[in-house]
């Protein structure tokens, strides 16, 4: 069964601290990975998209990374900012091809920055 | 800044009214969606219309009508609906329902409680 499962539910860090996000999963025939931010009451917005043959890449203060041999993807922020406070969610893309590809939502990981 | 545009932000109905969310894009995309999102839980594929035709319906409930009536528009007509159909309901588009990247691009959501 396609499945993204993200660890930690959720995580309280201090303004300033970095963080790493967790994603695992198991959907097949991949074809890439997005992290998503989703503000409180907001619509999700695309970070960084991963795929097939890239392990690492930047936007900002968010690094990404990808393993397809074990199927995990992670998240890393940097020097958190209040403004961080958000929902993450890793969102991967199967490969059936045509209008039936399917995206598969992880239940993403809740993040507090405080001061 | 979203470029797909959703209205209303907030709607409250009773469960014998008819409304309306309506949902506008004016980036060429060619695909347009309509995801339901409970509070805690990722976003849950409603529709897709790809070259404004319906191509995915996720057995949804016949209370829920959309229609396409051009490539930017994108409306969710609502009847009869009962209090658990409270949710976010999000619009999002992409350049083709089957693309290779597909990023999806969303709407900031209309906020929708059924008394």
């Known amino acids: 069964k396609n499945q993204v499962e993200q660890s930690p539910q959720s995580l309280i860090i201090l303004e300033g601290k970095n963080c790493t996000l967790q994603?695992?999963?198991?959907?097949?025939?991949?074809?890439?990975l997005r992290w998503y931010k989703q503000d409180t009451g907001r619509g999700p917005v695309s970070l960084t998209i991963?795929?097939?043959?890239?392990n690492t890449k930047s936007n900002g203060r968010y690094t990404a990374t990808l393993d397809a041999d074990t199927k995990q993807s992670s998240l890393h922020i940097t020097a958190s900012q209040l403004s961080d406070s958000a929902s993450y969610i890793c969102?991967?893309?199967?490969?059936?091809?045509?209008?039936?590809?399917?995206?598969?939502f992880g239940t993403g990981t809740l993040l507090a920055v405080q001061p | 800044d979203t470029e797909v545009t959703q209205t209303p932000k907030h709607l409250v109905m009773g469960m014998t009214n008819k409304k309306s969310l309506k949902c506008e894009q004016h980036?060429?995309?060619?695909?347009m969606y309509w995801y339901k999102q409970k509070a805690k839980k990722p976003p849950e594929l409603m529709f897709v219309?790809?070259?404004?035709?319906?191509?995915i319906n996720e057995s949804v409930p016949s209370r829920f009508s959309p229609e396409c009536p051009n490539s930017s528009l994108l409306n969710l007509h609502l009847h009869a609906l009962q209090p658990e159909d409270s949710a976010l309901y999000l619009c999002?588009?992409?350049?083709?329902?089957?693309?290779?990247?597909?990023?999806?691009?969303f709407g900031e959501g209309s906020r929708l409680t059924v008394l």
């Open positions: 999002a588009s992409s350049l083709q329902a089957g693309g290779r990247t597909g990023e999806l691009f």
């Open positions: 994603c695992n999963y198991t959907v097949s025939p991949f074809s890439n």
């Open positions: 219309y790809s070259y404004e035709k319906l191509s």
């Open positions: 991963m795929t097939f043959s890239e």
């Open positions: 969102v991967v893309r199967s490969n059936y091809g045509g209008a039936t590809n399917k995206l598969i």
């Open positions: 980036m060429g995309h060619r695909a």
